[in-house]
């Protein structure tokens, strides 16, 4: 199948180092460098701690680290290494292991990139590189609870939902495709608003009719314009289509998304336009129930709270 061929082709690049390897000869195509990067780094580093956990090795690190940050210094200015932004850096995590067990937590030899010898037990210092560790050894060098880390990652199982559901940490997912995603609901939102409009139609149909009536209404129609609509809703994403939703429904990334992440966007650098105190609250979800009880008041003025049969799956 398609999943499995691309599956095999990612595992392959992954497990013997192709990927990295040709990332690092061609920093400029497959890095995007955002000069906002040490700004917020910067500015998170004025009021609370930062910390940098990847499962990359420390070479490959150092590489991405230094054209990331290092290359945004401003000409003629201080150049800034890149490990004085955070205050605790630790490579080799093995994610989503780090955030349960964990493994030997090292130190790392940033001269020859190796590790060395003996487990690390002390307190942090700051300017060293660590290797391996776990999620609790992170929270005790730091002296911080779970709670109180904001955790920034990019794969909804291994960063987020490892990490909320062990660790209790906040998460902030970033999504890259939610720019597309974005996009392509701002010129389709109408589908779904018609879709809205034809469920309120149907609870019209039904709304005199109970489990002794006889009479059996012609939706054929409205059950294929709603399929049409789906359908064009689903195409408007491309051919691999939507990653949040299908036709009408929610994926189950984006179920995931909504349980585990506690913060989402398309980019972290979209903190630079928040304070730091400020607080994110998710809107109102109505349940189905509600939702139901909210469309019975719309077509109808009689009470139907007692006779509503609801479901949360089409």
Known sequence: SMFQDVRKA?????DTGVLKEQTIKNL???VVKDPNIPV????IKEVAKVFLATNSDYNYTEVIMKYLLEGNSKPGGPKKPWRSYFDLVVVDTRKPLF?????VLRQVDTNTGKLRIGTYTGDLQHGTVYSGGSSDIV???????GKDILYVGDHIFGDILKSKKRQGWKTFLVVPELTKELQVWEEKKSHFEELKRLDVFLAELYKHLDSGSKECPDISAIKTRMNVLAYRMDISYGQMGSLLRSGSTQT?????????ADLYSSTCI???HYPFNYLFMAPP???PHEVASQISAEVSSSDQSNRTLTTNKN
């Open 28 to 30: 400029e195509k497959y």
């Open 252 to 260: 189950l990334f984006a179920s995931q998304l909504i349980r585990y």
């Open 285 to 287: 979800v109505l349940m």
């Open 270 to 272: 979209n903190l630079l």
């Open 40 to 43: 917020l780094l910067t500015r």
């Open 10 to 14: 990612m595992d392959f690049i992954h």
């Open 99 to 103: 955030f349960a067990d964990g493994t």
């Open 139 to 145: 929270s005790e060098l730091l002296d911080v609870k």
